[in-house]
């Protein structure tokens, strides 16, 4: 598996990233309409685009609620 990360700087409390980041109403409201995600330990978020012509699998492997998602 590839090793992305990235840093942004975002002005939102902490709690409100990680909810966008980690549900599934959160990842449909700024990246794709086509989404599943939750927010345990290795979960699997689901990404599609193009009518699920791309699909991306994220696998969450840590996680603290607010602080850390990986």
């Known amino acids: 598996m590839v090793n992305m ?3 942004i700087t975002i002005n939102a409390t902490p709690e409100k990233v990680f909810e966008a980041i980690t549900t599934t109403e959160g990842i449909k409201s700024w990246w794709s309409t086509d ?3 939750e927010p345990q330990l290795g979960s ?6 193009y009518n699920r012509q791309a699909v991306f699998q994220l696998q969450v492997d840590e996680i603290e609620p607010g602080k850390l998602l990986e």
């Open 44 to 49: 699997i978020t689901e990404v599609t685009f």
């Open 5 to 7: 990360p990235h840093q």
């Open 35 to 37: 989404a599943k995600a």
